[in-house]
């Protein structure tokens, strides 16, 4: 497990493709631990095809890759490596990344959308390679975005995540009370991913002629919880 999304739905588990989307990865996981999307509304819904968020100003149009506050390829020695709650980039030339606010598309023809809870980078509009920090939750299979969306990551539909132990844990495990049993049966259900990702679509479910949700201020990411990143445990480059 990479990360744990904390809404105002519950505890959204998420798995992360490293190796086929290593920008789209590394960039997100930044994000996340330097608090970036805490307080991100689901600001825009379609019905059945995707929950968008990712935005701090909340309007749709902010955001920007971790990528933007690299130093310039003129910068002195000194500057050349940034840090950015605790992931350390000493090198990108290898990657071709260039400072900026956007990065470009990347795991096509190895991730897809072909899934429910498919995490995938929004564009600017229709251009291409406009990646920068706002993403969407497909809620249904969504074939035709492959090839055009960076599909980085997917929730963890059955896991559930603990929040008194900071760990997952495995929804189907029996408890010896038996007066507990019913009591967290339904608990348990209700935490699993694709139950706090059902939760989200109920909550913005009234949305305006453009899908831009009605109470987004009511439906968002609290915190994110990064549970393991490979860059910043030097187990993987850019």
Known sequence: MAVVLHTTSGDMPVLLYYQACPL???????????????GCQFYRHFHNILLQTGDPTNSGKGGESIFSR????NASP?????????????????????AGRYFRDEGFGETTHAQRGVLSM???????????????????????????????????????YDAASAMMVDAMRPTDREDEVNATTESSAARTGDAVLRAL???????????????AEGVR??????LYNPFAEGKMKL
């Open 24 to 38: 789209a990865c590394f960039n997100f996981l930044a994000l996340c631990a330097s608090g970036y999307y805490d």
């Open 70 to 73: 690299l130093p310039p390829p």
């Open 78 to 98: 000194s500057e050349h490596s940034v840090r950015e709650a605790n992931t350390v980039v000493t090198s990108l030339e290898g990657a071709g990344v260039t």
């Open 122 to 160: 929004a564009h600017k509009g229709s251009k291409a390679d406009t990646n920068a920090s706002q993403f969407f939750i497909t809620t249904s299979p969504q074939p035709s975005f492959d090839g055009v969306y960076t599909a980085f990551g997917v929730v963890d539909l059955k896991g559930v």
């Open 201 to 215: 679509e109920e909550a913005s479910a009234e949305v305006n002629a453009k899908n831009f949700v009605r109470n």
């Open 221 to 226: 990411i609290n915190s994110v919880s990064v």
